[in-house]
């Protein structure tokens, strides 16, 4: 596709529910991010991947939280037992390599209530 | 310290004025450096980037850096009030090359 598409694009979950969020990047793109966005903030690094490797996930705030990208294309965003303060917007974004600019998708709306 | 410090504004500008634009940024490693764009309810999109001390022009955008001053602004000139957003700053972090740090964001008000 023409850029990165992620779904669903909003999500609304129990507390205690599992969710699963999946990113899309552009074709060719070695290098894949993740990214949580609350409201009235910048985007806060999760976690990273180079093709299939999973190189970072120094930003994953708890073990509740899980990505995977097995085939170096698709990624999903797992996480477990949703909390209140899991809602934001999850954006990914992906780039040729890990230092150059990144094109962002339309991001996945979680609410947990 | 944050690693990457932008004022949150609001900015005002009248339409045709020139918006500046300032972030700073802690780590001296700092390799490349990111302007992007984010509407309400939408997400980020890239104005440009810089890698190289000096200045940057793309039609009415210029970005500078300060790499001694650890600094990098974007210039918006004769600016519209499509140009209404916030803008966010972006830095790549050298010690390990893989992690983007974001700042806040600026938000900014062209008014017609």
């Known amino acids: 596709g023409a850029g990165v598409s992620q779904s669903p694009r909003y999500k609304v979950a129990k507390r205690g529910q599992d969710v699963a969020l999946r990113c899309d990047p552009i074709?060719?793109?070695?290098?894949l991010f993740w990214y949580q966005q609350a409201l009235g903030q910048g985007p806060e690094f999760l976690t990273y991947?180079?093709?299939?490797?999973?190189?970072?996930k120094s930003g994953l705030p708890s073990d509740r939280f899980f990505a995977e990208r097995p085939e170096g294309s698709v990624s999903t965003l797992k996480i477990q037992r949703t909390q209140q303060e899991d809602s934001a917007v999850y954006l990914c974004?992906?780039?040729?390599?890990?230092?150059?600019?990144?094109?962002f998708g339309p991001g996945t709306r979680l609410t947990v209530l | 310290q944050k690693e990457v410090e932008q004022n949150s504004g609001p900015l005002s500008v009248p339409e045709g004025a020139i918006a500046s634009l300032n972030c700073t940024y802690s780590?001296?490693?700092?390799?490349?450096f990111f302007w992007y764009r984010q509407y309400s309810g939408k997400s980020p999109e890239l104005i440009m980037f810089?890698?190289?001390?000096g200045d940057k022009e793309d039609g009415r955008f210029t970005a500078q850096l300060n790499k001694a001053s650890q600094y990098v602004s974007l210039l918006i000139r004769d600016s519209q009030p499509s140009d209404s957003a916030t803008y966010l700053c972006?830095?790549?972090?050298?010690?390990?090359?893989?992690?983007?740090?974001f700042g806040t964001g600026t938000s900014l008000t062209v008014i017609p």
């Open positions: 974004a992906s780039s040729r390599s890990s230092h150059n600019e990144q094109f």
């Open positions: 074709s060719g793109h070695v290098s």
């Open positions: 991947f180079q093709n299939e490797a999973q190189l970072d």
């Open positions: 780590d001296r490693g700092s390799q490349s």
């Open positions: 810089i890698y190289s001390n």
């Open positions: 972006a830095v790549n972090i050298g010690r390990t090359g893989n992690q983007f740090y």
